[in-house]
């Protein structure tokens, strides 16, 4: 790996910019308090406070693969969603541009088409699926559907697989069919 893969684990957490007018710019990938409990659109004004403290003039996240733009007080709060695998029912891709504007820091998503007949040959033909572990195949139903599949995966599942129950290589397919994904 050439020392990259030290070079990345080395890197902060946190990326903070300084705006034209000294206020803070702050990126995380879910939240101040970890890389897990994830900030969404409707999220109470109380926890996203909990979650993005200190409060910036804006806090961009990820984690959700949802994309909203909203304000917490203060804080313009950016989730740019995805670019892969959307959780929302949207397959296009999205980002977010953020910019000062007129003394002021403005946000919006942008979605982007591409062609998803292409992209899904791409990952049945790349042999993906069938040179990784089972996991891999949550995430194509994920990409598939736009919607939340490894979350309800781990609520149906996850005590099973770590009490020893069952394997990867048998609850994932157990799961996908009777969820209707195969």
């Not at 910019?99 to 033909?125: K, M, N, P, S």
Request: proline share 4%.
């Amino acid at each position: 790996m050439n020392g990259r893969v030290e070079q990345l684990a080395s890197l902060s957490e946190t990326l903070t910019l300084v705006g034209p007018d000294a206020s803070a710019l702050r990126v995380r990938h879910a939240s101040m308090l970890n890389d897990y409990d994830g900030i969404y659109q409707d999220t109470s004004d109380s926890q996203a406070r909990q979650l993005i403290t200190p409060a910036p003039a804006v806090f961009c996240v990820g984690h959700t693969h949802i994309p909203f733009v909203r304000r917490v007080d203060d804080t313009l709060v950016v989730n740019a969603g995805t670019v892969g695998t959307p959780r929302d029912g949207d397959h296009r891709a999205s980002y977010a541009q953020i910019e000062w504007h007129t003394g002021q820091w403005l946000a919006r998503i942008t979605r982007v088409e591409y062609d998803l007949a292409q992209a899904e040959h791409d990952f049945l033909t790349c042999g993906l699926l069938e040179q990784t572990e089972p996991f891999a195949h949550l995430i194509f139903h994920e990409w598939r559907t736009a919607q939340s599949i490894v979350f309800l995966y781990w609520q149906q599942y996850q005590a099973r697989v770590k009490a020893g129950e069952l394997d990867e290589a048998t609850a994932i397919p157990l799961f996908l069919r009777q969820n209707g994904l195969i």
